[in-house]
């Protein structure tokens, strides 16, 4: 974990007041890994790798591992990009039926999605659309010390029985 006293314990889940957090799903929380990481380039890789892990060991559908990746990838992404501090912390909490996806950073503003969808040569400003897209739901919040929330609820499903 980050040295910030500012990230937050992976211990619970997080309060789903209003657009800033997910509602709560029905079931109970099965499984959860976090990891934290300098917000360097290199370290949205170590993310994915991380999400894909989780994945495996929680014997997802490849689908649906890959859906969360993607989300995952963007979210980190995002927050390493555009935020203003030096860490980034993920925390995946499997509850069966979905895997409700956090990423804290330090950012002084809350993600929008672009009225106007970029141009297909464009290199940037797709990630929220493909999250909205993929994502039960999402939402941002900032938690205190400006320390940036963002999540996402992703529906998975099993690996098929042989």
């Given at each position: 974990?980050?040295?910030?006293?500012?990230?937050?314990?992976?211990?619970?889940?997080?309060?789903?007041?209003?657009?800033?957090?997910?509602?709560?799903?029905a079931g109970l929380v099965h499984d959860w890994t976090a990891l934290a990481l300098p917000a360097t380039p290199q370290a949205?890789?170590?993310?994915?790798?991380?999400?894909?892990?989780?994945?495996?060991?929680?014997?997802?559908?490849?689908?649906s591992g890959e859906?969360?990746?993607v989300c995952?990838?963007?979210?980190?992404?995002?927050?390493?990009?555009?935020?203003?501090?030096r860490d980034v912390l993920l925390v995946l909490y499997y509850t069966g039926d979905s895997v409700l996806t956090e990423v804290?950073?330090?950012?002084?503003?809350?993600?929008?999605?672009?009225?106007?969808?970029?141009?297909?040569?464009?290199?940037?400003g797709r990630g929220l659309f493909i999250v909205e897209t993929l994502a039960k739901d999402w939402g941002s919040e900032h938690t205190?010390?400006?320390?940036?929330r963002v999540?996402?609820?992703i529906a998975v499903f099993g690996s098929p029985v042989d």
């Open positions: 974990m980050p040295d910030d006293p500012s990230f937050p314990a992976a211990t619970a889940l997080p309060d789903p007041a209003g657009r800033g957090g997910p509602p709560r799903e949205a890789g170590r993310f994915r790798r991380h999400t894909r892990d989780a994945a495996r060991r929680w014997t997802l559908h490849p689908d859906t969360l990746e995952v990838s963007e979210l980190v992404t995002n927050a390493i990009v555009h935020g203003v501090g804290f950073g330090q950012a002084l503003d809350r993600p929008v999605i672009p009225r106007q969808p970029r141009a297909d040569w464009a290199e940037s205190g010390h400006g320390l940036l999540w996402a609820s």
